[in-house]
């Protein structure tokens, strides 16, 4: 039992979260590994979302609504962290929601279909069983995407995602919002949206957002698209770190 007292407590939670579902055997080992290099990235941005990170939120739920076809794929660390708040998304843009895994094996697929209808999801694209086509540029099962989600999305919001993919969906057209606590990533460099923040926190923030931005016009959806430079926004999350290591000089 964490104690609530521990200063530590809501990044124990965390942790203690991604390791039963590793023993559950709805993530692979490596999902560890790559939690806790997120929480390093995290703990040196203050854990806090930062005024940029907060921009490009903006920005990309201005994209998702303006969106002909919104599509969130998500990861097993995705679902295991977020997986309410990311129905709750889906449900106001609205957007479709499909199970993305590096390393896919039918009982995964199972595992992740059920977390995410356990949190409300009515329906989950990239099921085992389910029709796909092949996303260029990649080999595996990363490649997959189905005919109705991914492959003919727009926009699509990939959190916690590897940079070959992220790589591919860009260069095939498509605007990809993504969630890195890492901003000098391959996935934070090349998607056209970067929110540079710990995805617990960014998607009920983007969830608040929704509800604010609905009530604007295309144009003044556009006009925040237009004014939004992704690389000028890492560079103020450069900044930050950058500040976090100079504070003791």
Request: proline share 5%; glycine share 6%.
């Amino acid at each position: 039992m964490i104690s609530p007292d521990h200063p530590r407590y809501n990044s124990l939670i965390l942790r203690e979260k991604m390791a039963n579902a590793y023993q559950e055997g709805i993530l692979a080992d490596t999902a560890l590994i790559a939690h806790g290099r997120g929480e390093a990235f995290d703990y040196i941005l203050g854990e806090n979302t930062s005024p940029a990170a907060l921009q490009a939120i903006r920005t990309g739920i201005s994209a998702m609504l303006l969106a002909d076809n919104p599509v969130i794929s998500v990861n097993g660390n995705t679902a295991v962290l977020s997986a309410e708040y990311i129905v709750e998304l889906s449900r106001l843009i609205p957007a479709s929601i499909e199970i993305n895994l590096f390393y896919r094996t039918p009982e995964r697929v199972r595992k992740m279909e059920k977390l995410l209808k356990n949190a409300g999801a009515t329906e989950v694209l990239g099921k085992g069983g389910d029709d796909h086509v092949t996303i260029p540029g990649l080999g595996g099962p990363r490649s997959r995407a189905h005919p109705e989600g991914i492959h003919r999305a727009d926009v699509v919001l990939v959190p916690l995602e590897d940079g070959d993919r992220a790589q591919a969906l860009v260069s095939s057209g498509k605007t990809v919002i993504t969630i890195d606590l890492n901003p000098l990533s391959r996935t934070a460099q090349t998607s056209s949206i970067t929110i540079v923040d710990n995805v617990v926190r960014t998607i009920p923030l983007m969830i608040k957002e929704v509800t604010t931005l609905k009530r604007y016009s295309r144009k003044q959806l556009k006009e925040i698209l237009d004014e939004f430079d992704n690389a000028k926004n890492i560079s103020k999350s450069l900044n930050l770190i950058s500040h976090h290591f100079k504070q003791d000089e």
